[in-house]
């Protein structure tokens, strides 16, 4: 079977093991008798799968008992709406990294103030800010760690005296992370965790009891916690696909194996751009540089399209970049191979071997 | 391989061919060397499923040009608050039939006056009321067409001069509707349809255009509209599914045929429990019989629960009635095959032999 190299940014590569695991066992599951997506989200077998699924997730997180974790359904855009909803009192504060973060920005505009505690809009973000004004009277602090159109990447996550709000939806566990840093970690699956379809919520259970308590229960967190996720029917496939890629982290050895994999990969991306006297250009400053979207241009247009459809016919897909920066733009999550990434720096270095 | 005779009431039985189908060109979707989840929403092999799949509803259920197609995530609970929150002003009229019609109410009285027009709570909801009261200034009427929990499907809507609303979760392409009659049909996918994580909206352009502007976008059906559903990334796979389901359909002969077969398949288990002398007890009135999901009690509690355990042995999986209603619940959704319902019917005669 002819696999292409996925270089796509979202939906994205799954681990081949994980697809072939899952098509499996897709006309019966744990000898059922039925597909995972046949059978009750009331039945046992469903509900130990949802249960190992949230331990997983806490043994490979670190996941302290007191934070809840949550599958809702609606994406980033939803948990855009539902943060602000259910945490913006007053007002909070927002790092405008991009366009992920304006947008969530928007949504809390509607409950209250929203201000940007730091913005990289000079420089159409291409850095990570660190000098933040957070305000008196902040309910929170919203930060997008990873910012896949312009392949920027939170370092350090910086240290206030506010509960912290974070969009990981396009870097969770490709590294360690210090959960207790935060007060409330969302991301949608379809990068690193499986298909589209699911959010992933991390929220601690004291900063959940400051939640509004009038909401609609689909929109309130603590309805989703209080029904462990199931006060109606959960996007049942994509629980069951994350659960099978997070058997994989583990079997890889977890977030710091799949960490240094991750530094391997993109680096083998970078130092062919850093190496080209300025054939690639990476639009990230190097500080803020992603380990999972890199993003670069050529010298011209025409150039850049070429080297795409070139690429695509070597079996690279997805290396467009995004219209609002433009040029190249490579996803190499968690599911992403060393081998791959070093083909596409091989296919590079080629390329401008014979175009510079 | 073993599977089972899945009445489950929803998730639910899938058609084999479907699930085989999906599961063979799980590694590789059409060719492009990637699961049709590990690619782009924007990319140009996405888009041609997603329109198929629109268009294949358009046809099966005559939906005519002046209706949009939508596709949202969070079930039907989601539209509960969605229908209200974009239709609801001044007053709206809700018709009792459960517990899925009073949850659609109880996110209706956020937003405005939400009245019932009538009810069927006076007999536990074995029947579908007719004598509908209908108040000047109603926004709108809200239906449930079919009634999980204790059997009921409307057999003919109502003639009112109000926009309807009419959550077609579980009977949705089980049989002939006419489309504009409603104004809005809405329809999570598990029953029917495909998975979890997917619902159907069928929005005539008129009453879209009477929407709540202000709304914020994944809540706004406006916004689904001007994206096309892709305001930001669909649920991938259950899109697909359903996409695979509908060519399922129409491969049966489409709506009409299979509205036969349910009838036929319905009237296996009608006729064993009218032919009982009241050993199998059905819950709702005959003139308000589901094709879809068949409620029906034994002499005691005790042997209901034999006949569920000894059901289970024999491959019967998903009988056990809901707690509302108790007793036993057999659903027959679409992909249930004749076979299963004709075997359970069996075994429900053989059953009574033994123990009558």
């Known amino acids: 079977m002819d696999r292409v190299y996925n270089f796509n940014a979202g939906p994205s ?3 081949l093991e994980v697809l072939q695991e899952a098509q499996a066992e897709f006309l019966n599951y744990k000898g059922t008798g039925m597909s995972i997506i ?8 469903y509900a130990a799968m949802h249960a190992e699924t949230k331990a997983l997730l806490r043994e490979l997180m670190g996941v302290p008992e007191d934070y809840e974790i949550l599958f809702i359904q609606g994406g980033g855009s939803l948990q855009f709406l539902m943060t602000a909803d259910n945490f913006l009192n007053g007002k909070a504060a927002y790092v405008n990294t991009g366009v992920w973060a ?3 920005m928007a949504e809390a505009k509607r409950f209250g103030e929203a201000y940007e505690a730091a913005s990289s809009a000079d420089k159409n973000h291409s850095y990570i800010p660190t000098d933040l004004q957070i305000q008196p009277g902040t309910a929170y602090l919203h930060l997008t760690s990873n910012n896949t159109i312009y392949g920027t990447e939170w370092q350090d996550f910086p240290e206030v005296d506010v ?4 969009d990981m939806s396009s870097d969770i566990l490709s590294r360690p992370v210090d959960v207790t840093k935060f007060s409330l970690i969302y991301a949608g699956a379809q990068k690193n965790l499986g298909p589209a379809g699911v959010v992933i919520v991390i929220v601690k259970k004291a900063f959940l009891e400051t939640a509004r308590q009038d909401l609609p229960p689909m929109l309130s967190y603590q309805n989703y916690a209080a029904n462990d996720s199931l006060y109606n029917t959960p996007p049942v496939f994509a629980i069951y696909m994350v659960n099978k890629t997070l058997h994989w982290i583990k079997r890889q050895g977890g977030v710091a194996a799949i960490a240094a994999h991750n530094k391997e990969k993109a680096q083998l991306i970078y130092d062919v751009i850093d190496a080209s006297c300025g054939f690639y250009r990476g639009h990230a400053e190097p ?3 992603s380990l999972m979207n890199i993003t670069f241009n050529l010298p011209t247009a025409e150039l850049e399209k070429d080297f ?3 690429g695509k016919k070597r079996g690279f897909v997805g290396i467009g970049g995004h219209r609002l920066v433009g040029g190249c733009r490579v996803s190499a999550y968690n599911a992403v191979t060393v081998e791959a990434c070093r083909a596409l720096a091989d296919f590079m270095k080629e390329y401008q071997n014979k175009h510079a």
Do not use: D, G, N, V
């Open 13 to 15: 590569a799954l681990p």
């Open 38 to 45: 046949e059978m009750s989200h009331r039945s046992p077998e």
């Open 102 to 104: 304006k947008k969530a």
């Open 163 to 166: 509960p912290i709000i974070c």
């Open 287 to 289: 500080a803020s540089r």
């Open 308 to 310: 795409i459809a070139e």
